[in-house]
């Protein structure tokens, strides 16, 4: 179910469906039994239902509903560094990330989505601003973080795209701001900024109808609504340096990191 393929395993999967392969599947997975609908606009909740229902109520699900959940690996997932070779390609692109034993009801989740936001999100973020602004390594570089809502398998990534003979510079600048948001933190100022831009970002993102839409469709799937979201904002807002540093502390760790680089380093001159 979780099994990752290889890219030949992936190309000789898809160069093998047929049609009747699409027909199949459709015939024995779609249906509605499970549908959930969400609407944002101007319109007629009781016409809106009936159109729904005339469309979907027949359609029924041929097999049973589960959700795949992704848990935290148990055991855990050694940590890698790797780089690949990757010919003919201009950019080299580096990742780096690590699993997190968290769900979003944790108490240090709020933290955790603030510090990230500093760190890599956010429009002044601490990776942007060294490593394309500062350093001129990167063409773009950032940071997520994300802890679903029914199992504890949250993680924590980080890209970067840069030119092949400034992958190592950029993991390595990547390595050590992490390490000083670590060690010293945010300054309150700079904590300050980030809360006020953070929430003009959701505010602004439910201005829009689609994204409105889609967030009332996931609070609706987990039998939440948005007081959930107000109650995160509080968090947010309440949260000091202290209580941000604390938390990435706990949880992030770059001995735990993945890292990956890959390019045409070989063109580049630069080998690995």
């Known amino acids: 179910m979780r099994y990752v393929p290889t890219i030949e395993e992936e190309r000789a999967s898809y160069m093998g469906v047929s049609v ?4 199949d599947f459709h015939s024995g997975f779609y249906g509605a039994s499970n549908a959930e609908v969400a609407i944002v606009g101007d319109f007629d909740p009781a016409a809106i239902r009936e159109a729904v229902a005339k469309k979907l109520d027949g359609w029924k699900s041929p097999k049973p509903y589960t959700e795949v959940l992704t848990p935290y690996p148990d055991p855990p997932i ?5 780089v690949f070779q990757t010919p003919d390609k201009e950019n080299a692109f580096f990742l780096a990330g690590m699993p997190i034993a968290m769900t979003d009801s944790d108490a240090d989740y709020a933290a955790l989505v ?3 936001y500093i760190l890599g999100s956010g429009p002044s973020s ?16 950032g940071s997520s973080f994300s802890a679903p809502v029914k199992s504890n398998g949250a993680r924590f990534t980080a890209n970067a795209i840069s030119a092949p003979q400034n992958a190592e510079k950029v ?59 107000a109650e995160l904002e509080a968090k947010v807002r309440a949260l000091t340096p202290e209580q941000i540093r604390a938390a990435m502390q706990k949880h992030l760790d770059l001995t735990k990191m993945a890292f990956m680089r890959g390019g045409d380093f070989a063109k580049a001159g630069v080998g690995k």
């Open 20 to 23: 009747n392969d699409l027909r």
């Open 78 to 82: 050694a940590p890698k560094n790797e």
């Open 114 to 116: 603030l510090g990230n």
């Open 126 to 141: 601490r990776l942007f601003g060294r490593i394309r602004v500062r350093e001129g390594l990167s063409y773009g570089a």
């Open 171 to 229: 993991e390595a600048s990547f390595r050590d701001e992490v390490a000083t948001v670590l060690r010293d933190g945010y300054t309150a100022p700079e904590v300050a900024t980030a809360k006020d831009s953070w929430a003009q970002q959701r505010q602004l993102g439910r201005s829009q109808d689609g994204q409105l839409a889609g967030t009332l469709l996931g609070q609706t799937h987990n039998g939440r609504t948005m007081a959930w979201d």
